[in-house]
């Protein structure tokens, strides 16, 4: 006998195909979800329904937004010639977080994956380069994960950004503070040798 409602189980299914909800999460936000007043539910269910209306790509950097030009695209006080290339629009918003970086950025939507179907054409790779071709970009900080299809990602676009005339550029990579150099794996410890500064 099945003791869970199957309007409940729907919803339940629902929230577990999220990223990082399991069915035990995805079984105590439907539970939370259904103690809230009706009306709390509404207003979600409302906020999800019209989320794909409002939000579009930037048709300059293809983040999230919801005015083309992004706000960050439309600035002035940024700096036009300078590209941060990110992977996904979460990693932009976290070099935004710092505030230490002034220029644009240029999201991929994605890395390189063969194994998964997912080659150049699938990401936004050629989209920068008709943005290099456009715009007078003198810099391009590549700022994808230290992961395999992200190194991978990395390298596919220096080798054909180097046909452009600009800076090409990497964020630097290494010993996390506080952490015992015997314990660092040894990509992390290679890009920290070859990111190393010169202090004299």
Do not use: W
């Not at 539970?31 to 999800?48: F, K, V």
């Not at 054409?121 to 715009?135: G, H, V, Y």
């Amino acid at each position: 006998m099945n003791v869970v409602p199957p309007a409940l189980e729907l919803l339940i299914n629902d929230l577990s195909k999220l990223p990082g909800i399991g069915k035990k999460t995805a079984t105590r936000l439907a539970l939370y979800l259904l103690r809230r007043p009706a009306i709390e539910a509404r207003n979600l269910a409302g906020d999800i329904y019209d989320l794909h209306d409002s939000i579009k790509l930037c048709g300059n950097c293809f983040t999230f937004s919801e005015t083309d030009p992004c706000p960050l695209c439309a600035d002035p006080r940024r700096d036009p010639t300078l590209i941060c290339v990110v992977e996904e629009p979460g990693d932009m918003m976290a070099v935004e977080k710092t505030g230490a970086f002034k220029g644009r950025y240029h999201i991929l939507h994605g890395v390189l994956s063969p194994m998964d179907g997912i080659g150049p054409a699938e990401i936004k790779i050629d989209a920068l380069l008709s943005r290099i071709d456009r715009q007078q970009i003198k810099e391009i900080l590549i700022a994808t994960s230290s992961t395999v299809p992200g190194e991978a990602t990395a390298a596919y676009l220096i080798q054909r950004l180097q046909e452009k005339k600009i800076k090409i550029t990497r964020l630097a990579c290494g010993i996390p503070m506080g952490m015992d150099i015997k314990y660092a794996d040894d990509l992390t410890l290679s890009r920290a040798i070859e990111s190393r500064e010169n202090t004299g």
